[in-house]
C-alpha cells in the first residue's frame, strides 16, 4: 500500500521561496507519477505539476509554471515542490498524489494515493 507524507507548509509572506516534501513509502515506484495539487477554502482540487518518477519527465499548471520546480530524491523516495515569489493565491493546503503509469496526468480523479495536505498560507 503507498502511502504518502507531506510536510514543509507553513506561513510565509508575498514574494518568499518554500519547499514541501512528501516522503513515499510503499513503493518500488520506478512505474509511477507523483503530482502535487492544492485546494484553497471554497475550491476545487487544482493540479499543481507532476513528474514521472522513472524518466523525470515533468508537466506544470499555468499559474506556477516558471515560479515552481518539481523534482525527486530517488534514493529517498522522497518528492519536492520548490516554489518562489509566492502570492496570496498560491495560499490552499497541498496535497502529494500518487499512481501507477507514465502518463503526465493533471486530473484529480487519475491519482490512487493521496497524503493528508500541508497548509501553505501566503500573507500580502
Known amino acids: 500500500q503507498v502511502q504518502l507524507v507531506e510536510s514543509g507548509g507553513g506561513l510565509v509572506q508575498t514574494g518568499d521561496s518554500l519547499r514541501l516534501s512528501c516522503v513515499a513509502s510503499g513503493g518500488p515506484f520506478n512505474n509511477h507519477v507523483m503530482g502535487w495539487f492544492r485546494q484553497a477554502p471554497g475550491q476545487e482540487r487544482q493540479f499543481v505539476a507532476v513528474i514521472n518518477w522513472n524518466y523525470g519527465l515533468t508537466n506544470y499548471a499555468d499559474s506556477v509554471r516558471g515560479r515552481s520546480t518539481i523534482s525527486k530524491d530517488t534514493a529517498k523516495n522522497t518528492l519536492y515542490l520548490q516554489m518562489n515569489n509566492l502570492k496570496p493565491e498560491d495560499t490552499a493546503v497541498y496535497y502529494c498524489?500518487?499512481?501507477?503509469?507514465?502518463?503526465?496526468?493533471?486530473?484529480?480523479?487519475?491519482?490512487?494515493?493521496w497524503g493528508q495536505g500541508t497548509q501553505v498560507t501566503v500573507s500580502s
Open positions: 498524489a500518487a499512481r501507477e503509469g507514465h502518463h503526465l496526468d493533471p486530473r484529480v480523479a487519475f491519482y490512487d494515493y
